[in-house]
């Protein structure tokens, strides 16, 4: 990898609150967005717990990715975190605190366009500190199984995602697919708005662990045999596009503004989380090693 350029660090500029009801827990929740000090980086903070505890947004923080992802221990901890690191990273803001009332934010409609909204409605600051753009020199791919995902080397200054959906021939959710370059606009307009979805018989055993008992196939998209229920779909390949919304949350874990093209295949929280670990352990590496690190240092 090798640093492709610097740009002004972001924050907002005022405070921002989102409520909501949690998709898993059922309970109503408020978010409150507030701006943060350059170099801060994004963090959250449970209010709700004695001593306001703090949980950096960060790979090293990750203590589950079943299906979302989770940051933190014991009851410090918030789950569910890819939909606001998604808006953040997708609007480029950099430094963020966001106070939560709850071990989850808001779900809203199971996409991140309320805290998009929200967070352009505060106003943007930007910052005097620069923050580095990055790029690997060569593909770094991670793999488990029949899935892949791999960050290939920028030819511009821009971020590309291209992901290939596929839950197999009888799966009611169709093979499809969608390639997004993200920048603030592109990401608000034809990214943020899409909304997570979920088997059928996934919801079930959800309801039957007993979350998501206030979510309904109204609230999220659900796929049954026979396809969508109760819902329709604001792209054709709305799926996919939350598949990008979910890998640009989980890659800002790790900490560095990448660009270069993403290209995922069947990938989820696991392997997003993963490849997001793997370039923080390269930047790690090079800002260690500067004689001999997997970074140059564009002319």
């Known amino acids: 990898m090798f640093k492709l350029s610097h740009?002004?660090?972001?924050?907002?500029?005022?405070?921002?609150?989102?409520?909501?009801?949690?998709l898993l827990n059922g309970r109503d929740v408020l978010a409150r967005f507030r701006p943060a000090e350059p170099g801060t980086g994004v963090v959250f903070v449970r209010s709700d717990l004695p001593g306001r505890p703090v949980i950096p947004a960060s790979v090293t923080e990750v203590t589950g990715t079943a299906r979302r992802t989770t940051l933190g221990q014991g009851d410090a901890h918030v789950t569910l975190v890819e939909h606001v690191m998604a808006a953040l990273a997708g609007l480029r803001i950099d430094n963020c605190r966001v106070e939560l009332d709850g071990p989850e934010p808001p779900g809203l409609d199971g996409s991140a366009n309320g805290f998009v909204q929200t967070l352009l409605?505060?106003?943007?600051?930007?910052?005097?500190?620069?923050?580095?753009?990055?790029?690997?020199?060569?593909?770094?791919?991670v793999k488990s199984g029949g899935s892949t995902l791999a960050l290939h080397p920028a030819d511009n200054?821009?971020?590309?995602?291209?992901?290939?959906?596929?839950?197999?021939p009888r799966s009611p959710i169709a093979r499809q697919s969608h390639t997004q370059v993200i920048n603030p606009g592109e990401f608000a307009e034809s990214i943020a708005g899409c909304r997570t979805f979920l088997l059928e018989t996934e919801a079930q055993a959800f309801r039957a662990s007993g979350m998501g008992e206030r979510t309904t196939a109204r609230d999220v998209l659900?796929?049954?045999?026979?396809?969508?229920?109760?819902?329709?779909?604001?792209?054709?390949?709305?799926?996919?596009?939350h598949k990008i919304l979910d890998l640009i949350g989980d890659l800002a874990l790790c900490g560095l503004d990448i660009r270069g093209h993403a290209v995922a295949y069947r990938s989820g929280?696991?392997?997003?989380?993963?490849?997001?670990?793997?370039?923080?352990?390269?930047?790690?590496?090079?800002?260690a090693r500067p004689a001999r690190n997997f970074f140059r240092v564009a002319a």
């Open 222 to 241: 659900v796929f049954g045999p026979n396809g969508l229920i109760e819902n329709k779909l604001r792209w054709a390949n709305e799926p996919a596009r």
């Open 269 to 287: 929280h696991p392997l997003n989380v993963q490849l997001a670990t793997e370039l923080a352990a390269r930047y790690e590496q090079a800002t």
């Open 7 to 22: 740009r002004q660090q972001r924050t907002i500029a005022r405070s921002a609150v989102v409520t909501g009801v949690g």
């Open 121 to 141: 409605e505060a106003g943007i600051e930007v910052q005097n500190a620069r923050k580095t753009v990055w790029t690997v020199n060569k593909p770094l791919a």
């Open 157 to 168: 200054e821009d971020l590309t995602v291209s992901y290939m959906l596929d839950y197999g």
